[in-house]
Every structure is written in C-alpha cells, then in structure tokens.
C-alpha cells in the first residue's frame, strides 16, 4: 500500500496505479503505478505576516497489482489513503481549483523602527518614508537623501537635490551670487556687457573689455584702460597718463634783469610842460614794457636849458616829470611805482649857446628798471 501526500505546485508524482469506480471501494495491485499532478498557482501578499494563495490542479493516476485493498479517495487534491486488500487495478484523473491562506506567527524584522519590514525596506538602518520604500528624505524635496546632493536644503531634481534661488541653473552651492541671475562662465553672477567679467568685479561694467584690465576697454590700444587713461580717444604712455609724450621744451636760459633805457628823451618847448603826440607812441611803449616786466618800477628825471633862475628851473624840470607820469598813470602804470626827480638845467644834453642845444636841454628822460 503506498499513500498519496499533499501536493504542491505543478509537478509530477510517481505513486500506485489506481482507478477506482467510486471514491471508496477496494483495488488490486499489479506491478507498480505512475501519477502526475499539475497544480499551478499564485500567492498575493496582504500583509507581510498573511499571503492569499490561488490555483488550480490536475492529477492523473495509473497503476496495476495483483493485490487487492480498500480505499478511499478523498476531495482534496492528490490526498489517497487505503489499506492494502487485494486491488488489483486503478486508472483515476481529477482536476479543480482551490484557494488558501497562508498565516506565519511572530513579528516582521523592523530594525529602524519606520513601520516598513526590513525585508521590503530599502534602507534597514535608517527611518524613511513608505513611498520611498523605507529610504529617508530629509529635506522634502521628493529626492532621497542617498541621491540628493544637498539632503539638508530642498531643491530641484535636475540638480540632483540641491536649490537654486535664481533660477540660472547653477546651484547656490556653486553660485558666487546665488541671488542674482547669471551666466556659469561668472560663476552665476551678473554680466550686462557680456565680456566675461562679472558685474561686481567690472570696473566698466556697460562696456566691453578684457579681464586683465578689469573689464574696462582700451578706445586706443595704448595699454592703459580707458577708465585710468587721461586721453582714451589718443595713444600715450602711462608716464603721462595714458596721454602722448609733450614736446620737449628748451631749457630756458637765464636771463639778466632788465634794464631798459629809453634812450630818446620827452622834449618840451620854452617855459612848458605840454607832451607833444609826437611823443605818446614812446611813452607808450614805456607803459607796454613796465607791465610786461613784473617788479619795475619807472623813473622820471626832468630837465631845463640855462633859461632862468636855478629854483625856476628845478621846479620847471619836475612839472615836466610830474606831466609825464599823469600820461603813463593813464595808460595804466601804477603811479606808486613811479619815481619822478627834477634836475632843473644840470646835465644838459648839448650846449646852452645855441638853440639847438637848448632845445636838447628841454627834457625828460625815462628809465625801466628792477633794481630799486
């Protein structure tokens, strides 16, 4: 007698050649038996301590003896029980479905204590989110920590995790002005020119320029960058800041000062005191030259013939000085500067005996002069 035990999933089954007429009755053996059972089936899992299981069977027996026995086969597949009692033939087939449950005992392993069982938790020793299957997201960003860069910030998935405030593409992290827009060649930062020097270090930041002169241009190539150049529209050199090179003045010569005499006196007729036009030209020159001399200072000296007494004539000669002074005040000679002395008939030019040589004497003499 050979029994049949519960069978599971699809397989096959070498057993006693069984075919009974009824469900109980008694069999024959022969010489042995084959048997075959298909039992396909599938588990879902509703919890991890309990699994449904569904599937269907076949199974199919065939075996012969002399001996003989009682039997039973029961509904439940692949179950035979008997007791040997002279079967001599059984040829048995039975198909059907059948659904379980399957319970284990005992609490699912949780070492991180976040309600997922190790066995379906992604990340064992740490607490996470069920969505995550166990895994943490420290920052709710939806990214977890063991893909996000930046686990502590929130920030977008395209950088790996990690925030950018203003939107340029470029994480705070690597971003030297995180809160303002800018290119990666400036790091993030700002460049209205576009010449590759960020806004905040651009000495000229509305205009084009390399970064070796702070981002300012060079109009005329001299070297010197148009914000330090005193002639940016002009090449020059940087000892004249950034201006061409002056012309080269000649040393000037050290010249003694002067001392002007005019030589041609003031002539007056008799016992007068009245210039002639014939003299403003010469008196005007000596105004000219006194202004165009810093610090000189003009001196008048009056002279007569030897007509008349010697106060007569002294006081004559300083008329004719004071007369000349009141013309050069006028034309713009400050009168202080002024020295005016009446010489009355001494140092006559030509001699007294003729009149020729009298009119000589008539006169007034000027002088320009520094020395005081």
């Known amino acids: 007698m050979q029994k049949f035990y519960d069978l599971q999933a699809q397989g096959y089954n070498i057993g006693l050649g069984v075919k009974p007429a009824a469900n109980t009755g008694s069999a024959s053996y022969k010489t042995g038996s084959v048997g075959l059972m298909l039992h396909p089936a599938l588990s879902y899992r509703l919890s991890d301590m309990l699994f449904l299981k569904v599937g269907v069977y076949y199974a199919k027996q065939v075996y012969s003896n002399d001996a003989s026995a009682t039997y039973t086969i029961t509904d439940r597949a692949g179950t035979y029980s008997g007791m040997l009692n002279g079967v001599t033939k059984s040829d048995n087939s039975s198909f059907g479905g059948d659904i379980g449950v399957r319970w284990f005992l005992g609490k699912a392993k949780d070492m991180d204590h976040d309600g997922i069982t190790d066995k379906r938790d992604l990340c064992p020793d740490i607490a996470g989110l069920p969505h995550f299957k166990g895994c943490p997201d420290r920052d709710g960003d939806s990214i977890t920590d063991a893909k996000d860069h930046c686990p502590d910030v929130a920030g977008l998935k395209e950088l790996h995790g ?31 020119d576009d010449d590759g020097v960020a806004d905040k270090d651009d000495a000229c930041p509305s205009k084009k320029g390399p970064a070796s002169a702070a981002g300012c241009p060079d109009t005329d190539g001299d070297s010197l960058p148009d914000n330090k150049d005193n002639c940016p529209e002009v090449s020059g050199t940087a000892a004249h800041n950034g201006c061409p090179e002056p012309p080269k003045e000649e040393p000037k010569k050290e010249v003694a000062k002067p001392v002007i005499d005019i030589s041609r006196p003031v002539l007056f007729r008799v016992a007068k005191t009245t210039i002639s036009k014939d003299d403003h030209p010469q008196l005007d ?88």
């Open 285 to 372: 020159e000596a105004a000219r030259l006194y202004k165009a001399t810093p610090g000189a200072y003009i001196q008048l000296d009056g002279y007569t013939d030897n007509t008349g007494n010697a106060k007569y004539n002294r006081t004559l000669s300083r008329k004719r000085a004071s007369a000349v002074k009141r013309y050069l005040v006028r034309k713009g000679v400050d009168g202080s500067q002024i020295k005016i002395k009446g010489h009355g008939s001494k140092e006559p030019e030509g001699t007294n005996s003729t009149k020729d040589g009298r009119a000589q004497n008539r006169r007034v003499r000027i002088r320009l002069t520094n020395d005081q």
């Open 162 to 192: 990690c925030p950018d405030a203003d939107g340029d593409g470029i994480t705070d992290a690597k971003d030297a002005c995180p809160h303002k827009y800018g290119p990666a060649a400036t790091r993030g930062c700002p460049d209205a």
